[in-house]
Each structure stands twice: as C-alpha cells, then as structure tokens.
C-alpha cells in the first residue's frame, strides 16, 4: 500500500562502520532521489537517479554511494560512517525529471552515528 | 544562485487564517511547491502551482504566485490544530527536477 518505503525507519550506529538504507517505489515512477534532512530540518538533494542512471550528483563525499538495481529501487550505502552523517534520510520519486512533476517521499530513515 | 527563504515561525489562534510566505531566486522555476512535514514523518505533498498561474485554489489552500517578485505564499483558511506541521516551500531547478527547498516554517496553531 505505501507508496515510497523507507528501510530501516531507525538506524543507530557507531563512528567507522558501514551501513545501508534501502528504498522502494511502487507508484512507476522513473525518477527516484535521496535527500539529507539535517537537526534544523534543512533538505538538501544529495542524489538522483532516472531509469537506473544517475542524472545528479551533489557535492556529496565519495563515502555514499547510491545504487539503483532497477526503475523500484534506489539504496544508499554509506562507508566510514562519520558523526556528521547523523540525520534524517529521504528517500523520494517523481514520474518524471525535469521539474514537471512533484516528487513524493518516503518516511525517511534516522541515523544516529554515536 | 539558488536559494529559497521562508520565515522560520508562524503561531495563529484555531479558526483564523495563516499566511506563510516564500521567496525564491530561480526565475526559470517550472513549478513552486508546498510540502508539508509532521513531527516524525516525510514530506507531504501539499500543493504546488505552474509558473504562469497567480493563484491556485484547493480547498482551504490558496496558493499565490508573484513571478515578477520571485514570491509565493500559502494561505489556509480555518486554520486547526492539525495544521500543526512544518511547511516548506520548494523551487524547481537545474532542469532535473532538482527542488531546492527553504528551510520550512513551523506553524503553531492554537486554541
């Protein structure tokens, strides 16, 4: 029934693992992104993907690194966890790129880095 | 460069009518957005209108649109306690479908 899903909603872990969140869509949307929320709820784009393609790429250390297996699915897997990283994660989609569609997000992820 | 701007708070007594307001700098902005964000939960697609529209209706909402000042604002009319939330105002741009959002206003509705 939900539309964009978040996996796992809590993620608390310690400084220098690695960890991943995944994420799913079942509305067939083409376009899916991640977007970093941070302790003053500022969202900030980090990635997108359209058909299995990365289209953009913020200036977002090398430690995260985004994977789309296919259209439903975008995971984000994070080396080298930093207490920075701490924040609330959003995973989103939209029919289409280029600014003609809204986006609908999922209910994010809050990792904690201790 | 892109930014949106949004003042941060807003408090109204349940039954009036709240304004938030939003600049944005991108001109070529195909869309402007309203989410809106309970405590705990994602963002939530509230409204958004096309860029040669000044005003869109739905409902409570009302959606203003001044392209020449780059200003958007949100009304809703009969504001309850459920309205409650944090609002963000979000641009379009880079041409993917990129938002570029504000920093989101937190309304406080009381009674």
């Known amino acids: 029934d939900t539309a964009v899903s978040q996996t796992p909603k809590y993620l608390v872990t310690q400084m220098g693992n690695d960890k991943s969140i995944k994420c799913e869509q079942n509305l067939g949307h083409d376009t899916m992104y991640w977007y970093k929320q941070d302790s003053k709820k500022f969202l900030k784009i980090m990635f997108s993907y359209n058909n299995k393609e990365l289209i953009i790429n913020e200036t977002v250390p090398n430690r995260f690194s985004p994977k789309s297996p296919d259209k439903a699915h975008l995971n984000l897997h994070i080396n080298s966890l930093e207490l920075g990283d701490s924040a609330v994660y959003f995973c989103?989609?939209?029919?289409?790129?280029?600014?003609?569609?809204?986006?609908?997000f999922g209910n994010g992820t809050r990792l904690t880095v201790t | 460069g892109e930014d949106v701007e949004q003042s941060l708070f807003l408090s109204v007594r349940e039954g009036d009518s709240s304004v938030i307001n939003c600049t944005y700098t991108?001109?070529?902005?195909?869309?402007l957005y309203w989410y809106k964000q309970e405590p705990g939960a994602g963002l939530q697609l509230l409204t958004y209108?096309?860029?040669?529209?000044d005003m869109k209706q739905d409902q409570r909402l009302t959606v203003l649109l001044n392209k020449k000042d780059k200003h958007l604002s949100l009304r809703i009319a009969d504001t309850q306690t459920g309205d409650s939330a944090i609002y963000f105002c979000a641009e379009t741009s880079g041409g993917y479908n990129k938002l570029i959002f504000g920093a989101g206003t937190r309304l406080a509705v009381h009674p």
């Open positions: 989103a989609s939209s029919q289409e790129p280029g600014g003609n569609s809204p986006l609908h």
């Open positions: 209108i096309f860029s040669n529209m």
């Open positions: 991108d001109s070529s902005s195909t869309y």
